[in-house]
């Protein structure tokens, strides 16, 4: 014979239940109801570059936070150098032996060639990189007119047809190693020496006007001489 304790047991319990089956529904046709421990099969969104920490459920939420608000990603341990086991690639292999410094600058700007061809084919390949990399603040063309000058209020690079029209292939690539005044930062992190030397390439093609070779005043006039 039931009790009267055990049926009000049982009818409470029974509340309960359908409390929780109703509550779980929801009225929002969109939610997924009451999810027990949804981060066993919902995966988080994780944002690049950023390090959210450790579990805020072992830690507080205080350390937590400040963890979360601390960039994730790191540079490399200074000397280290990206290895090529492409044998054809070994000439990156080597370390840059030109100083931050404006003797290192000019030094670069003297004695830095670049080992790769200028063909149509780098140039591409240049161009494609200094897209992702150049163009917000040089511009599409090398005039310095790029989205982040016009729309925010930035300095504007010299133009590559202009005050930077005769820099060298070695300085150009010395600024990306190191970057240039205050605006334009380092990109040795972010470009391998190879595609530094290809971004020079592109930026060799834009000095040029947007052809593979310079026409000299010299070889115009000795043409003109000719005919």
Same mark, same amino acid.
């Given at each position: 014979?039931?009790?009267?304790?055990?049926? *009000?047991?049982?009818?409470?319990?029974? @509340?309960?239940?359908?409390?929780?089956?109703? *509550?779980?529904?929801?009225?929002?046709? &969109?939610?997924?109801?009451?999810?027990?421990?949804?981060?066993?099969?919902?995966?988080?969104?994780?944002?690049? =570059?950023?390090?959210?920490?450790?579990?805020? =459920?072992?830690?507080?939420?205080?350390?937590?936070?400040?963890?979360?608000?601390?960039?994730?990603?790191?540079?490399? @341990?200074?000397?280290?150098?990206?290895?090529?086991?492409?044998?054809?690639?070994?000439?990156?292999?080597?370390?840059?032996? %030109?100083? &931050?410094?404006?003797?290192?600058?000019?030094?670069?700007?003297?004695?830095?060639? *670049?080992?790769?061809?200028?063909?149509?084919?780098?140039?591409?390949?240049?161009?494609?990189? =200094?897209?992702?990399?150049?163009?917000?603040?040089?511009?599409?063309?090398?005039?310095?007119?790029?989205?982040?000058?016009? &729309?925010?209020? %930035?300095?504007?690079?010299?133009?590559?047809?202009?005050?930077?029209?005769?820099?060298?292939?070695?300085?150009?690539?010395?600024?990306? @190693?190191?970057?240039?005044?205050?605006?334009?930062?380092?990109?040795? *992190?972010?470009?391998?020496?190879?595609?530094?030397?290809?971004?020079?390439?592109? @930026?060799? =093609?834009?000095?040029?006007?947007?052809?593979?070779?310079?026409?000299?005043?010299?070889?115009?006039?000795?043409?003109?001489?000719?005919?």
């Amino acid at each position: 014979m039931r009790t009267s304790n055990s049926t *009000s047991t049982y009818t409470l319990g029974t @509340v309960l239940a359908v409390v929780l089956l109703m *509550s779980s529904c929801g009225g929002d046709p &969109n939610s997924p109801g009451v999810e027990y421990m949804p981060d066993m099969y919902r995966s988080p969104a994780i944002e690049a =570059y950023v390090d959210f920490g450790q579990d805020p =459920y072992m830690i507080t939420e205080d350390s937590a936070k400040v963890q979360r608000n601390r960039q994730g990603a790191r540079l490399p @341990v200074a000397g280290t150098i990206p290895f090529a086991l492409d044998a054809s690639k070994a000439q990156f292999n080597m370390p840059y032996p %030109y100083p &931050n410094s404006n003797d290192g600058y000019e030094a670069a700007g003297l004695n830095l060639k *670049s080992p790769i061809a200028m063909t149509e084919a780098t140039v591409e390949q240049g161009k494609v990189i =200094y897209t992702k990399f150049c163009l917000h603040c040089h511009g599409e063309k090398g005039e310095g007119d790029g989205g982040v000058v016009k &729309n925010g209020n %930035y300095p504007t690079p010299p133009s590559y047809t202009a005050a930077l029209k005769d820099l060298s292939e070695g300085k150009i690539f010395h600024a990306m @190693v190191y970057g240039k005044n205050v605006a334009m930062g380092p990109h040795a *992190s972010q470009l391998n020496k190879e595609e530094r030397w290809l971004v020079v390439h592109y @930026v060799k =093609y834009l000095q040029n006007g947007g052809k593979m070779q310079r026409e000299t005043a010299e070889a115009t006039a000795t043409t003109a001489a000719v005919n």
